[in-house]
Every structure is written in C-alpha cells, then in structure tokens.
Nanobody, 124 residues
C-alpha cells in the first residue's frame, strides 16, 4: 500500500522560506505525478503545484508562481515543496499527493494517494 508522509511544516514569519518533504513508501515515486495541495480553515483544498511523473514539467497555481518550487528525488522516493517569500495567506495545512494520471493532474480527484498533511503558519 502506498503511503505518503509529509514533514517540514512549522511557524515562520512573513518573507521567510520553508521546505516541505514528502516521502513515498510502498511504491516507487517515479511511477507517479507528485502534487501539493493546501487547505486553510473553512476553505476547500486548493491545488498548489505538481511535477509530472517524468519529472519533465512542473506547474503551479498563479498565487505561488515565482515563490514556490516543486522538485523530486526519485532515488530517495521523495518530493519537495520549496516555499519562499511566504505570506500570511499561505497559512494552511499542506498535503502531498501522488497521481497515476499520465497527464498533468491538478484536481483532487486526479490524485490517488494522500499524506496526512503538515501545518504551515506564516505570521505577519
């Protein structure tokens, strides 16, 4: 059974950087597109960005473009979300997800496996 475990969340000040990690077990991460979502209190889960299963392409929601970077290390079965210039509106629980979809998945329904989430809080 595929399991995803996120780490790296925490409390930071606005303008700071943070890197989240997502370790895949029970499967090979190179078989999946890897995505990141976030959910703030009272809001729906929101797509942040993803890297295709080939690793050739990354894509992001507009609000994080130029500030967030997704990467993957298939040798370590790990995906990363590097966040910089953090803003208070980035505060949310961040979820890692894996998709068997061979295109560019962006919606919750296109992802098959999910982590438990890690809290990111940005103070202004």
């Amino acid at each position: 059974q595929v399991q995803l475990v996120e780490s790296g969340g925490g409390l930071v000040q606005a303008g700071s950087s943070l890197r989240l990690s997502c370790v895949v077990s029970g499967g090979t991460s190179s078989n999946y597109a890897m995505g990141w979502f976030r959910q703030a209190p009272g809001k729906e889960r929101e797509f942040v960005g993803a890297v295709t299963w080939t690793g050739a392409n990354t894509y992001y929601t507009d609000s994080v473009k130029g500030r967030f970077t997704i990467s993957r290390d298939n040798a370590k079965n790990t995906a990363f979300l590097q966040m910089s210039s953090l803003k208070s509106e980035d505060t949310a629980v961040y979820y890692c997800a894996a998709s068997t979809y061979k295109g560019s998945p962006t919606i919750v329904a296109e992802f098959d496996f999910w982590g438990q989430g890690t809290q990111v809080t940005v103070s202004s």
